[in-house]
């Protein structure tokens, strides 16, 4: 079993920044692909990024292209997701996640996600 743990999410004004973490623990936390998703409410879940087992290689999200960059410590087990030039259609919960094809979107574990909020 995998447990993940998302921190840094926080309150910025548009055009800021914020790193949210993802720590995973577990059996094979070091090796195994990760994501992070988003949801708003009343909207559908977004997958925003994802980075490879080896940290090799990384997927993103049109809409993020050029704003965020995902990476992996793995001394330090965590995953980050560097974020700038955050706007209001940002806002939501954002998870980390993973499983065998996570970055095919599916998904075995996720936590239980951090609040980013982006407005003037």
């Known amino acids: 079993q995998v447990r993940l743990v998302e921190t840094g999410g926080g309150s910025v004004q548009p055009g800021g920044s914020l790193r949210l973490s993802c720590l995973a623990s577990?059996?094979?936390?070091?090796?195994?692909?990760i994501a992070w998703f988003r949801q708003a409410p009343g909207k559908e879940r977004e997958e925003v990024s994802c980075?490879?087992?080896?940290?090799?290689?990384?997927n993103y999200a049109a809409f993020v292209k050029g704003r965020f960059t995902i990476s992996r410590d793995k001394a330090k087990s965590t995953v980050y997701l560097q974020m700038n030039g955050l706007v209001p259609e940002d806002t939501a919960v954002y998870h980390c996640?993973?499983?065998?094809?996570?970055?095919?979107?599916?998904?075995?574990?996720w936590g239980q996600g951090t609040q980013v909020t982006v407005s003037s």
């Open positions: 996640a993973t499983g065998p094809d996570a970055c095919r979107a599916q998904y075995t574990y």
């Open positions: 577990g059996e094979t936390s070091d090796y195994i692909p």
């Open positions: 980075i490879s087992a080896s940290g090799l290689t990384t």
